[in-house]
């Protein structure tokens, strides 16, 4: 199959971008607007800020600060019924990727009916959602440009991926850095290398194309050297907004190349240990990275050279080594514990999620084919 490639969001990105709200207000010609924001963030003066200049926006507002992590179809659904009730035209979502996703899926049901489980899976719908405005406040998910959105079914407990290449990224995305000063620092770690790895697993997935591989590795760049600097003052607004935009470049490709052996392994360990997503990928990383390599070596030498730790005359050996030695650094300068160990994980459950992992069919992006004793190994030595 022939690679191409597809973004529809417009990106704005800068510090003081939200002051564009209004412009982007009248643009969409809005009347009746849903302001999907995380309760937390409501009460900073970035959400406020929001709120008052959606207001000067001359819009009718209704907000809705039901967010938490890992959202569930009953936080969709009662965000529908408000939007419903309201004759809502445009959805405005402030926060990180929970927020953004529970926005997402109420914009299907606007207009398409049902309920979420019915559009699970790929392009399962047909009438465009509510037109979104996503302004994220972790620079993380890379949801605003993304293709997907992640709902619970609290029924089940199940995880459910509605993907729509076209239709499903935010209208708009606003990237101001000054909506992550009041992020805790764990919080931006963890945000921070999940968009790293989203780079990295886009740039070594077997899906990638020329495009993907120029975004990813800018992204890899730039959140290698900027994260750090945010994670440990989250008022430089410089490291902010790199990191920001990174995390975006990435979220831009890795719904088109697929992900590989950290996200699925994150994914079962996550869900086992009660991890938060960016956790449980940076306590996967480092391993998977090292069991990759073998079968790309030139990709990781050449992410050696987007981290700054070689140049491109290094032998590829010693790139390879590089790029892995740095990183395990990058997750050590964040402050991420060493090893499954650290975060009460069990041995005695590691096959049953070897299993699950395998299950899960990663092979189809990762560089390196994974058997289910492979992921035993793994999931031992990220122990």
């Not at 939200?18 to 009460?43: F, G, T």
């Not at 009730?85 to 398409?112: E, M, Q, Y």
């Not at 309920?115 to 972790?138: C, F, H, M, N, S």
């Not at 070689?310 to 090893?339: F, N, S, Y």
Request: aromatic content about 6%; proline content about 5%; overall charge negative.
């Amino acid at each position: 199959m022939m690679p191409s490639f597809f973004c529809p969001t417009e990106i704005h990105p800068g510090n003081g971008a939200l002051q564009k709200l209004p412009e982007l207000m009248q643009r969409l010609q809005s009347k009746s607007v849903l302001l999907v924001i995380d309760a937390a963030v409501l009460k900073t003066p970035f959400g406020q800020q929001a709120q008052t200049l959606l207001g000067q926006s001359g819009v009718s507002v209704q907000t809705y600060d039901h967010v938490e992590p890992d959202p569930g179809d009953d936080l969709v659904l009662a965000g529908f019924e408000i939007a419903h009730s309201h004759h809502v035209d445009t959805i405005v979502a402030i926060g990180g990727g929970s927020a953004i996703d529970i926005a997402k899926a109420i914009g299907i049901l606007v207009t398409n009916g049902g309920k979420i489980q019915d559009y699970e899976g790929i392009d399962r719908y047909t009438q465009a959602p509510l037109p979104l405005i996503a302004v994220p406040t972790t620079a993380g998910t890379g949801s605003e440009v993304s293709g997907s959105c992640v709902i619970t079914d609290k029924a089940s407990g199940r995880k459910m991926s509605i993907r729509h290449a076209r239709m499903n990224p935010a209208r708009h995305a606003i990237l101001d850095p000054q909506g992550l000063a009041t992020v805790p620092a764990h919080v931006a770690a963890h945000a921070g290398i999940d968009a790293f790895v989203h780079a990295l697993e886009s740039y070594t997935s077997r899906q990638s194309n020329a495009i993907t591989d120029a975004l990813n590795l800018q992204a890899i760049e730039m959140i290698s050297a900027s994260l750090p600097l945010y994670v440990h003052d989250r008022h430089n607004a410089n490291a902010a907004l790199q990191t920001l935009v990174g995390s975006t470049l990435a979220g831009m490709t890795f719904g088109q190349t697929g992900l590989g052996n950290v996200h699925c392994m994150a994914r079962f360990v996550g869900a086992k240990y009660g991890l938060s997503h960016g956790l449980s990928n940076a306590l996967c990383l480092p391993v998977v990275a090292r069991f990759n390599a073998a079968a790309v070596a030139p990709r990781y030498a050449r992410v050696a050279q987007a981290m700054r730790v070689c140049t491109p005359d290094t032998p590829e050996e010693q790139g390879v080594t590089q790029a892995l030695q740095a990183i395990e650094r990058l997750c050590l300068e964040v402050g991420i514990p060493e090893g499954l160990r650290a975060v009460g994980a069990n041995t005695d459950d590691f096959a049953q999620i070897a299993k699950d992992c395998l299950a899960a069919g990663y092979n189809r992006w990762n560089p390196r084919t994974t058997t289910e004793a492979d992921f035993l190994a793994l999931l031992h030595d990220a122990y």
